[in-house]
């Protein structure tokens, strides 16, 4: 086995072979731009190749997350349990010294046992866990009701600034916080992560965006235990309301906004993640009859 950085002609292996892990586990899928546009990939990436030259894994890591240095990897299907796993953890581990940061984060899901394992072995201790809930949406029109004072509508050209904002300001004092740039959100949220704003809700008070819900295509795959993930499927990435806002029902308004947004273009399911903590947010989603089907284990390990 050999470790080494991402090279151009990677793409399309490395794209295959991320699309074969998440069709297994139902892990989100990553595109080509993500993989294309990735910073630093000389620095920030490792590939694992076996002898005869294959690639078997693939690991990166986002240097822009301080003081936490978050990393995602992946081990392709056939090649598991050769220790390419913890060879990419390993070099993960050796960037985030050279950076000098105070921990490095990973996570899996809690029906991948294996990776589960593998994070414990390597020294890492649970940090938090967050729900997977998903509601089956049905052919009923959802209702979506209205607050005096707040209008609700889809993102324009010319909201970006504002959302993100919005976002850092909702967002800020939940657990895994850390700074971002305005570049940074923008990469995450339309090359990373893929998501079309054409989905994305939002609840103004005159000018000012109070609360959101970010609706999105899921770009998780299919697992066993999940059931089939594909096309009919969307996704609720961000949904929050600005501190001074709560408690006066603009969460529930944002979000079943969202729902019918993504009702009225097709989508027959949607999920999200919560904070398993968050017991008032985990009620909401319960009330439009989202039920939690797995949980995602976030793990870390302080770098010395």
């Given at each position: 086995m050999h470790i080494r950085p991402y090279q151009s002609a990677d793409l399309d292996?490395?794209?295959?072979?991320?699309?074969?892990?998440?069709?297994?586990?139902?892990?989100?899928?990553?595109?080509?731009?993500?993989?294309?546009?990735?910073?630093?990939?000389?620095?920030?990436?490792?590939?694992?190749?076996?002898?005869?030259?294959?690639?078997?894994?693939?690991?990166?890591?986002?240097?822009?997350?301080?003081?936490?240095?978050?990393?995602?990897?992946?081990?392709?299907?056939?090649?598991?349990?050769?220790?390419?796993?913890?060879?990419?953890?390993?070099?993960?581990?050796?960037?985030?010294?050279?950076?000098?940061?105070?921990h490095l984060s990973g996570r899996a899901f809690d029906n991948s046992?294996?990776?589960?394992?593998?994070?414990?072995?390597?020294?890492?201790?649970?940090?938090?866990?967050?729900?997977?809930?998903?509601?089956?949406?049905?052919?009923?029109?959802?209702q979506v009701p209205s607050i005096a004072g707040f209008t609700v509508r889809t993102f324009k050209d010319g909201d970006a600034a504002e959302l993100f904002d919005a976002d850092v300001d909702v967002f800020s004092t939940s657990w895994g916080a850390q700074p971002q740039t305005f570049e940074a959100w923008q990469r995450r949220n339309l090359i990373i992560n893929a998501f079309d704003p054409t989905q994305w809700v939002l609840v103004l008070e005159g000018s000012r965006i109070v609360a959101l819900a970010l609706c999105n295509a899921s770009s998780f795959g299919s697992t066993a235990t999940q059931g089939s993930a594909a096309a009919q499927d969307g996704w609720v990435s961000h949904?929050?309301?600005?501190?001074?806002?709560?408690?006066?029902?603009?969460?529930?308004?944002?979000l079943l906004r969202g729902l019918w947004g993504l009702q009225q273009v097709g989508y027959q399911r949607v999920g999200l993640h919560v904070d398993a903590e968050n017991t008032p947010a985990i009620r909401l989603y319960e009330s439009v009859g989202m039920r939690s089907t797995r949980t995602r284990v976030h793990f870390a390990k302080a770098i010395r």
């Amino acid at each position: 086995m050999h470790i080494r950085p991402y090279q151009s002609a990677d793409l399309d292996a490395i794209h295959s072979l991320i699309s074969a892990a998440a069709s297994t586990d139902g892990t989100p899928f990553v595109t080509h731009e993500a993989l294309r546009t990735a910073p630093a990939p000389d620095q920030n990436t490792a590939v694992a190749l076996l002898p005869n030259h294959t690639i078997a894994g693939f690991a990166w890591w986002d240097v822009t997350q301080q003081p936490a240095m978050a990393m995602e990897g992946w081990v392709h299907p056939a090649h598991r349990r050769q220790g390419l796993g913890t060879a990419l953890l390993v070099a993960a581990e050796s960037a985030a010294r050279s950076y000098s940061v105070e921990h490095l984060s990973g996570r899996a899901f809690d029906n991948s046992p294996s990776a589960l394992a593998l994070f414990k072995l390597r020294g890492f201790f649970e940090a938090r866990r967050f729900n997977q809930m998903w509601v089956t949406l049905g052919s009923a029109e959802i209702q979506v009701p209205s607050i005096a004072g707040f209008t609700v509508r889809t993102f324009k050209d010319g909201d970006a600034a504002e959302l993100f904002d919005a976002d850092v300001d909702v967002f800020s004092t939940s657990w895994g916080a850390q700074p971002q740039t305005f570049e940074a959100w923008q990469r995450r949220n339309l090359i990373i992560n893929a998501f079309d704003p054409t989905q994305w809700v939002l609840v103004l008070e005159g000018s000012r965006i109070v609360a959101l819900a970010l609706c999105n295509a899921s770009s998780f795959g299919s697992t066993a235990t999940q059931g089939s993930a594909a096309a009919q499927d969307g996704w609720v990435s961000h949904l929050g309301v600005r501190a001074a806002y709560r408690g006066c029902g603009l969460g529930r308004l944002a979000l079943l906004r969202g729902l019918w947004g993504l009702q009225q273009v097709g989508y027959q399911r949607v999920g999200l993640h919560v904070d398993a903590e968050n017991t008032p947010a985990i009620r909401l989603y319960e009330s439009v009859g989202m039920r939690s089907t797995r949980t995602r284990v976030h793990f870390a390990k302080a770098i010395r």
